[in-house]
């Protein structure tokens, strides 16, 4: 206690001190709850604030949470058959994979795929040799069942080059 009371005599003997005494009794008592208004409006906005917000955006979370994993385990078996059968009772391999396996056999770089809500997917290409797109459309049609549904082909910088996009679908057949 030591600490506290030479801290204490610290500040009375100091010019906040001896301000603080040559006051009224009234005014000291208005010093003193004005005082306490501050403290207690700095614990509010720094400490209790903060704290009562984290609580309040914490539990909307897990109650969001708690209603995901609720449907979760309600859809349980549907989610599973829906996982376990390919798209539309198609046998066929998935088109990313298709795809991707073809450009490396022709070795062409995709920049960009971007599968579809039909189930089609977009292909970006920048500046590639123009036979080889060709090779890779002929690929995918005649060995991996593939359409092309839309083509966009522009010439790029350098000669023999182009740039485009392409939308695959799986073929009817």
Do not use: C, H
């Amino acid at each position: 206690m030591s600490i506290v009371k030479s801290a204490k005599d610290q500040l009375q003997t100091g010019s906040i001190g001896q301000w603080y005494l040559a006051k009224s009794a009234t005014d000291r008592l208005i010093i003193k709850i004005v005082s306490g208004l501050i403290v207690a409006a700095l614990f509010y906005s720094v400490v209790w604030k903060p704290v009562s917000d984290f609580n309040v955006e914490q539990q909307a979370r897990y109650a969001m949470e708690l209603s995901l994993s609720e449907w979760i385990a309600l859809n349980q078996s549907a989610l599973r058959r829906t996982t376990s059968l390919p798209v539309g009772g198609n046998t066929a391999p998935p088109l990313l994979p298709s795809i991707t396996t073809a450009a490396n056999k022709t070795q062409l770089k995709l920049d960009r795929l971007q599968p579809d809500s039909d189930g089609g997917v977009n292909v970006t290409l920048q500046e590639q040799r123009f036979d080889q797109v060709l090779n890779w459309l002929s690929l995918l049609e005649d060995k991996q069942r593939l359409k092309v549904e839309r083509l966009s082909i522009d010439r790029g910088d350098r000669n023999g080059n182009v740039s485009g996009q392409v939308k695959l679908t799986r073929s009817e057949q």
